[in-house]
């Protein structure tokens, strides 16, 4: 079974920035979707971010502009930056693998994720 190991999180002030990223024991990402989730305290876990296999990007409307996924070569790490953060970006961010751009199917199992917290 493929471990998902996120890392990257941290305190950070209004307006920084921060690059996650996602570790995986095999070197699948070439080969599927991958979504960055996130889960703010009280709230759904909600797709954020997804690069497809083939290399296409989506993202959330509410951090379009802000986020970035990417992928390495080796197919068995993908990153998210994140700029400009805000109070709303607080959240324990996650990462897994699926199908297509919309991760409708998720194949992977919940890694524990990795905290952002933002601060004024």
């Known amino acids: 079974q493929v471990q998902l190991v996120e890392s990257g999180g941290g305190l950070v002030q209004t307006g920084g920035s921060l690059r996650l990223s996602c570790a995986a024991s095999r070197s699948i990402f070439n080969s599927y979707s991958v979504g960055w989730y996130r889960q703010a305290p009280g709230k759904q876990r909600e797709l954020v971010a997804t690069i497809t296999k083939s290399g296409s990007t989506n993202y959330a409307d509410s951090v379009k502009g802000r986020f970035t996924i990417s992928r390495d070569n080796a197919g068995n790490t993908v990153y998210l930056q994140i700029n400009s953060l805000n109070h709303e970006d607080t959240a324990v961010y996650y990462c897994?693998?699926?199908?297509?751009?919309?991760?409708?199917?998720?194949?992977?199992?919940w890694g524990q994720g990795t905290q952002d917290t933002v601060s004024s």
């Open positions: 897994n693998w699926g199908r297509g751009a919309t991760m409708s199917l998720i194949w992977g199992s």
